[in-house]
């Protein structure tokens, strides 16, 4: 695979000072007008092997444009606040907003192949996490980013006599320590699990550009080259050739789903509700502080149609909370700064660390439910959704965090019930709008997305719990009944 | 100071169970009318004795109230990344956004009193915080954040109880522990250390309310009340009455002003120029390499009127940085984030931890530059802005932050050469907007401006480094020189 990046490719100096400064004005003319356009975020990703030139790469693309609007990050050991979050965190974060080019020094591929080889992680592990990138690097694509991913190789020889090099001039000597020597011992088996990764997820909507790193000119110039046809290509309107998604699923022909076999009849009695209630509030706030919870989290998802007692019931949980630990993120229109990312990336943001309790009302699943059923958002990126939002919660839920998803089914005679007391009572009005009123008409369109969604996002990890809330008492009780279940089967 | 919250303050069961349901109603309503005016932040402190209830209010107040839209915020340890940045950093990220209610539980008020009685830190310490205190409270109520300072007081004899009794319950007993009986063991210096702080930070914009903690009821309403009263008021347009910021200055008598008086036409041969480029930019990368960077940080700012020359200036400090350490912050329009927040709060966001370096391509002073001038700031406003930007720049240097700002002088004669020229450049012509030749219109109006900004804001801490850039070559020298000096001098 690295054959052609150990022939000693070179670029004659002379070439090299021509090519330059016109190399150099087209990137800048390009990444103006990414700026201007502001429809999609470029990330590169810099790896390859010590010495190979990615750290002089990184410099020269923040010198050959206008470094204001590139964003680049280089990734260390974890901070704390890190280690407590899935893996892919981080990554999350320092993704550049649109119309921005982010250049990643060091990825979400160096932690991955440095346990493979220097931690002897074990090789299913290591193909998990690699089909892990996969997922979301086509999420990446899938939203529109451009991604381009350069490895910069250096064959043995080259490597030793470049770390050689570096260790002989005192201004480089520090780029060269114990740690890069010590990979250099593992040379060999790291080049054969880079093989391995770079095969594994050079796909066709990621490619990986393997670049001989030996010679300053030619490395250069061709990391320019690559990233100057790729911006022309992708302003153009050249997208890469995703496979389409799946068909979304038939309404199945008897026409029962799983929503309207439901029993919504069940009911309980108010002074059973109220001595469960306390009963249950105080087990919850035993189960959240216990040592236990330490590096824990939990993170519930509340969804429901209009009326359906998600407020509400989420304040019996809460009631049950220190405040001190639990945070209640009511989702509602996006930001600028969330809008400028891929859709996830507004929930990324709020995963909570140790000991902590994050309470969504509504979340991510409006992407499959509202957004499908009003057509904000296309079938392809519905339809994907469903793989990207089991991917999250999977990562969450390795990380640590507990997922509990709740949705609160009514049927339509008990959601008019509540609308009509709603507009009669002056501080609930603020809370019954036009759009309720447009949302309810399209009941069976929601009924099915509802269905597809829990057919398709309940997993053993992060199972959906279905409650049945024409009783209002009832649902709470259950939610919270289903809340410590999950809680302590968990912890 | 804490004689009437000793007096055993207790409320009849009976009339709290009254009074109770028509408060929550009436906090619930004002909540919601809080958040649909989206016009102020709400800010709650909740300080006092350990045992005095702050906790029970915390939650008491989240099961009242919508719980969606109060951000509660516990303070504890400083995370590593708070440890790097100044103190009030990790307050000014748990701010709560306009239209929210935000409770910080333990406050910026925790360390100092904590400091000065168990670290015995100095009284002059001490006082210097307050200090710096009652400057960022001044600053959130002018801009217009409603901000409640709840002290919860218990008498020696009461804490003791309440410690005691929670201490012998097996639900409450992991409340008390040894940290809890040793302040208690400093009661007295506890209160006489309290006592004094607040009082020097009771002012008429942000008074303290001091509660008595040990009856449920009484404690419970009395916050509950002063909360309601705060918000009706506030939402009914009253404001606390600010004193008025000193007239802004009168321009010199004889017309002459620093800028006015500067040597514009200092030069530089460009051979000369190349080597002292190279020089510098060497000297620069060793500075950023240094050791002594581990702990440190640099913030520099540069301003300067359109077309300046600040981008090329900025393109030649960062081509001496290795990319990773450094980021560039062009400012440009804030976004809704943060708009919803105090003026400054989108620069303390990007304030960098240890070891990096940041460069803000315009800053914090466009408030008293374009602002100014344009009259998008009240003169109130831009006025307070001096002291604003003072402090936030000696906290930044207190925390170890190198701060170099540049102001880049240009001619009016030289601007209009520029323009002309930027015309004629295609890939240049983006940079000049019908916005810049109205702003040039408004020369002397600037010119003014920056003269005032100079005065007011070049301090030992934090000086402007003003340079002749009428001869582009000339004013990198210099600035890379005032930079380099500025960072060494710091180190």
Redesign the interface.
């Known amino acids: 695979m690295f054959e052609s990046a150990e022939i000693g490719h070179k670029l004659d100096k002379a070439e090299f000072k021509r090519e330059e400064p016109k190399l150099r004005?087209r990137l800048?003319?390009l990444q103006?007008e990414l700026l201007?356009k502001g429809e999609f975020q470029t990330i590169i990703l810099v790896n390859g092997v010590d010495g190979a030139g990615k750290?002089e790469t990184?410099?020269l693309?923040?010198?050959w444009m206008?470094?204001?609007?590139?964003?680049?990050?280089?990734f260390g050991a974890m901070?704390?606040?890190e280690r407590e979050r899935p893996e892919m965190w981080r990554f999350w974060q320092a993704l550049a907003p649109k119309g921005r080019i982010g250049?990643l020094?060091g990825s979400w591929y160096t932690d991955p192949i440095l346990r493979r080889v220097i931690g002897h992680e074990k090789r299913s592990e290591f193909e998990r996490r690699l089909m892990g990138i996969r997922h979301f690097e086509r999420m990446l694509v899938s939203e529109g980013a451009l991604l381009l991913k350069f490895w910069f190789h250096l064959s043995k020889k080259s490597q030793k006599k470049r770390l050689n090099e570096l260790s002989s001039h005192k201004k480089t000597a520090?780029r060269v320590g114990p740690e890069e020597w010590d990979h250099f011992k593992h040379y060999d088996e790291f080049v054969d699990v880079c093989e391995d990764a770079l095969r594994e997820t050079s796909t066709g909507e990621a490619p990986w550009e393997i670049i001989e790193g030996s010679d300053h000119g030619y490395r250069s110039l061709t990391a320019g080259r690559l990233l100057e046809d790729a911006l022309a290509a992708r302003l153009k309107g050249v997208r890469p050739v995703l496979s389409p998604s799946a068909p979304p699923p038939a309404p199945p022909v008897d026409g029962r789903t799983l929503l309207a076999s439901f029993d919504y009849k069940r009911k309980l009695d108010r002074g059973v509700y109220a001595k469960k209630l306390v009963r249950l509030q105080g087990h919850l706030n035993l189960l959240t502080?216990s040592k236990k919870m330490r590096d824990r989290s939990v993170i519930m998802v509340f969804e429901g149609m209009d009326a359906a007692g998600k407020?509400s019931t989420?304040?019996r949980i809460?009631?049950a909370i220190?405040?001190?630990f639990?945070?209640?993120?009511?989702v509602a229109a996006p930001?600028?700064?969330e809008r400028a990312q891929p859709y996830l990336w507004r929930f990324w943001r709020q995963v909570p660390g140790h000991g902590r309790l994050t309470i969504f009302?509504r979340s991510w699943y409006g992407r499959v439910l509202v957004e499908r059923v009003e057509r904000f958002a296309s079938e392809f990126d519905w339809m994907r959704a469903y793989h990207e939002i089991n991917d999250f919660e999977e990562q969450l839920t390795r990380s640590g965090a507990i997922v509990a998803k709740f949705w609160l089914a009514i049927t339509p005679a008990e959601q008019l019930r509540r609308f009509k007391a709603r507009q009669k009572t002056s501080?609930k009005r603020?809370k019954i709008t036009d759009e309720d009123w447009r949302n309810r008409k399209r009941w069976p369109h929601y009924e099915r997305a509802v269905n597809d969604m829990i057919d398709r996002t309940s997993s053993d990890l992060a199972p959906w719990n279905v409650i049945a809330s024409d009783d209002k008492l009832f649902a709470r009780i259950e939610a919270l009944e289903g809340l410590c279940e999950r809680i302590e089967s968990g912890l």
Chains 1, 2 share one sequence.
Do not use: C, M, S
Not at 66 to 74: C, F, G, K, M, N
């Open positions: 004005q800048l003319d103006y201007k750290g990184v410099n693309l923040n010198e206008d470094p204001r609007h590139i964003q680049t990050r280089a901070t704390d606040i250049i020094f520090w502080r407020g989420v304040r809460t009631q220190d405040a001190r639990y945070r209640v993120i009511p930001t600028d700064e009302d501080y603020f």
